[in-house]
């Protein structure tokens, strides 16, 4: 909309219209020029590192809010580099096959930022500077926050020691040790084996007993989307000072790979898993887990820049020409996504889902909103790596991935797979023909037993509509019921279907024959039988209903 | 109770029900097995142990012109097309259902569909099963599920009520027994704030009606399958693909 210039003299129209009123010509001429000339301002000034600003849905977590997303800095690395570090000697910080990770003197393994999260492929270049995220490794003396003392004060002052030395526990229990003042010795680390520290392995009703107090505690290491973290394991080490277990709960992007989490706990932290549900990880720390002699791993100060990787997605990927790429990004705009992820949720089935899911169709889309870009990429590159595919895009934050060229099927397909396709396979036999009705030989007897004995009846059509059934069943109901509550139980026997006694027919009176043969046992039976039947249809020969054996067995047994 | 199902391949097969999982996920405690047969690769790949004990397939449904075709009443429409496949005759009335006896190859079958009201099956299941003396693990149950997306089938050896009164009453009747195998039609869940009684009495539109149409034809063939060869890794198969066959390009 034009901004109009105020006229001057007194305002004419209380209120603007909102549309322009209606011209006759279809060319609209230019709106009247205002009698000042509006003054142009410059144009606001752009600084070169002028900070984007954060969208609405900005996280208020200080692990986004790094520097290094937006400095410039860019040194490019190759792998297997060694940058030794000014600070001392020994000390560098190492390229290796799993992104960056730091050597220091006395380490018992080369420590990384995160253990369970840096991705397999090999890192591009840095975005800082190379520098150990450590503390400096001596220090000339303790920092006191005051100048050196004069000569007068110099008295020798003592201090209790702070467990970094290797102290046996047994000499110390009722000593107190006293030491002066000495230079931190950081960085010195000595490891137990771990079979000693872990001791025999505990049996399931140790473990059971064990876990009793901490399944419903929720006295946990929370581990989230960097995985296992450096500084993460000294927490577990605090935590078993006071408490044999250590619950970690993982949550987020490193629960897709939970072995691997699993694994480099074990390794990194020195204990042992005793339960996995879902998301949370039980670890024992040892039998003979003694924590002043626990490897004291110096604790990282700040995150270190993650180091450019190669591009997920790429134009191009894999042996496709661009317009093939493109012609499946749009094929995959139409797809319905397999699943959708919550934003901190646990992922343990994605990579079986995404697999089962590329059995069918070769492209899968995964709903990922609601979650931090920079959460579903890390999602999507492990899923890169675990499920092997290829991925094609991540707009609308959604995952679309491609099963590859090279994709096998998990299932050999030997075993042919019911036919899916709609219409196949469906033989409709030819009712009208009148084709006997043909089943196991126990099924029909039974079935005819029901006709005879009026449980059941044989419809004449077949094609009844619904209504029309209902009434039939019910009238069917009411006669039949009437007859099954006029005589009582229906004795089976292993051979041949169901012994009625049946106050119908007359044959002769088998009772009479039952009481003679059979002992004083089943007296009972024929006062019954004679007072209430006249006759009992017989199909099976006397004396041999699994009563009459049983009856024979404790005459024998009183005889 | 435990009978031996070989599988093509030379592999240790578990016998009654094996768990209806992928075979690749990590599996921490396999399926309870009492037996273990180990099956010589034989000449014919494809004979499989056929159990000869007859099977009962119930389809739950409201009876009436009012509900036919309503979502509720799927089961009764997959029994149709079962029996117009098979060729079996549903032409018996017995225990306030309509019966048809008949077989699927070599098993002895017996189709039904109860008559009684939804919430009241279980009277009707339950007599006629002990009548034709079908053990629980062969009652094949029929019925529909809100939980699936419209059209999605799947075949459980065993599972809970999922709040459908017609599967609670069936279970009721059964003395509370839930190890029967189910075979779920899904219908979706109610749009929105619908009410849940009112979504299933209601008619499929026109997409869902072709949606159903197809899953009602593949699910045919999963039947005879699952009659023929019991609780395999072809139900299994079965079953991951109708999960994801809304999900192809």
Not at chain 1, 72 to 101: C, H, L, M, T
Request: with cysteine.
């Amino acid at each position: 909309m034009a901004i109009l210039a105020t006229l001057p003299g007194p305002n004419l129209f209380s209120t603007f219209p909102n549309t322009p009123p209606p011209s006759n010509n279809p060319t609209p001429s230019p709106p009247p020029k205002p009698p000042i000339p509006i003054p142009k301002y410059p144009p606001p000034f752009k600084s070169r590192r002028h900070p984007k600003p954060p969208p609405s849905n900005s996280p208020s977590s200080p692990a986004f809010k790094t520097h290094h997303r937006n400095s410039k800095y860019y040194k490019p690395i190759k792998p297997g580099q060694k940058i030794p570090v000014p600070d001392g000697e020994n000390r560098a910080v190492v390229v290796g096959d799993s992104g960056i990770s730091y050597l220091l003197p006395g380490a018992p393994f080369e420590f990384m930022y995160s253990y369970s999260e840096t991705p397999k492929a090999q890192p591009l270049a840095m975005r800082e500077p190379a520098f150990l995220p450590f503390a400096p490794p001596t220090m000339p003396r303790p920092w006191t926050g005051k100048a050196p003392m004069k000569k007068s004060k110099r008295k020798i002052k003592l201090f209790e020691p702070l467990g970094s030395d290797g102290i046996d526990e047994d000499e110390n229990v009722g000593q107190k040790r006293y030491e002066m003042l000495r230079d931190y010795e950081l960085g010195k680390v000595s490891v137990r084996p771990r079979e000693e520290v872990l001791g025999e392995p505990l049996t399931r009703w140790e473990i059971k007993e064990m876990l009793k107090p901490y399944l419903s505690s929720n006295r946990q290491v929370n581990l989230g989307r960097d995985g296992l973290t450096h500084n993460m394991l000294e927490l577990i080490h605090t935590h078993w000072r006071r408490q044999p277990v250590c619950k970690v709960r993982c949550l987020g992007v490193p629960t897709v790979d939970m072995d691997n989490l699993c694994r480099c706990l074990e390794e990194k932290s020195g204990g042992k898993i005793i339960h996995r549900v879902g998301g949370v990880v039980y670890i024992f720390r040892g039998r003979n887990y003694d924590h002043r002699r626990r490897p004291q791993l110096p604790i990282m100060l700040w995150k270190p820049a993650a180091p450019v990787y190669p591009k997920l997605i790429q134009d191009a990927p894999e042996g496709l020409t661009k317009e093939e790429a493109d012609e499946l990004r749009i094929k995959g705009k139409n797809l319905l996504p397999i699943c959708k992820l919550a934003k901190n949720g646990v992922y343990i089935s994605l990579v079986r889902d995404v697999r089962t899911a590329f059995e069918g169709s070769k492209l899968v889309k995964i709903d990922c909103r609601g979650m931090h870009a920079s959460d579903y990429k890390k999602l999507g590159a492990k899923l890169k790596e675990l499920v092997p595919c290829v991925l094609l895009s991540f707009d609308d934050e959604q995952i679309l991935m491609w099963r590859g060229k090279d994709w096998k099927s998990m299932y050999d397909d030997e075993m042919p797979k019911i036919n899916l396709s709609s219409g196949d396979g469906s033989r409709v036999t030819n009712i009208s023909d009148t084709k006997s009705v043909c089943s196991s030989p126990k099924m029909m007897s039974l079935w005819q037993r029901a006709i005879e004995s009026g449980k059941a009846s044989v419809l004449d059509e077949i094609d009844l509509s619904p209504d029309e059934l209902l009434s039939k069943i019910e009238e069917f109901e009411s006669t039949s019921q009437a007859m099954e509550h006029s005589y009582p139980a229906i004795i089976y026997s292993n051979r041949e279907g169901p012994v009625t006694l049946n106050a119908k027919h007359k044959n002769s009176l088998e009772a009479n024959g039952y009481s003679e043969d059979d002992s004083d046992d089943v007296d009972y039976n024929d006062t019954l039988n004679n007072d209430s039947f006249e006759v009992v249809e017989s199909l099976v020969p006397l004396g041999s209903l699994p009563v009459d054996l049983i009856a024979k067995e404790l005459s024998n047994t009183e005889q | 109770m435990l009978y031996a199902v070989s599988s093509p391949k030379t592999c240790n097969c578990s016998i009654s029900y094996p768990r209806i999982q992928s075979p690749f996920f990590h599996q921490k405690h396999l399926a309870s097995t009492r037996l273990r047969v180990s099956a010589a690769s034989s000449a014919e790949a494809n004979v499989v142990k056929i159990e000869y004990t007859p099977w009962l397939i119930v389809g739950l449904g409201n009876p009436g012109n009012k509900y036919h075709g309503t979502r509720h009443n799927v089961g009764f429409e997959m029994i149709d097309r079962i029996s117009q496949a098979e060729g079996i005759l549903m032409n018996t009335i017995q225990s306030k259902a309509l019966v048809g006896i008949g077989s699927i190859g070599e098993v002895p079958v017996l189709l039904a569909k109860p008559q009684t009201y939804m919430n009241f099956s279980g009277e009707s299941v339950g007599p006629l099963a002990a009548y034709y003396q079908v053990p629980l693990r062969h009652i094949l149950l029929v019925y529909d599920e809100m939980s699936l997306p419209n059209g999605v089938l799947r075949i459980q050896p065993k599972g809970g009520h999922g709040h459908h009164n017609g599967v609670k009453s069936v279970m009721e009747h059964l003395d509370g027994r839930r190890e029967f195998p189910r075979f779920c039609i899904g219908v979706g869940n109610p749009p929105g704030t619908m009410d849940m009684k009112a979504y299933l009495l209601q008619k499929f539109s026109a997409l869902e009606r072709e949606q159903v149409d197809a899953a009602l034809e593949q699910g045919i063939e999963a039947a005879r399958t699952l009659v023929l060869e019991g609780f395999s890794s072809r139900i299994n198969r079965f079953n991951l693909g109708q999960k994801y066959k809304y999900h192809k390009v």
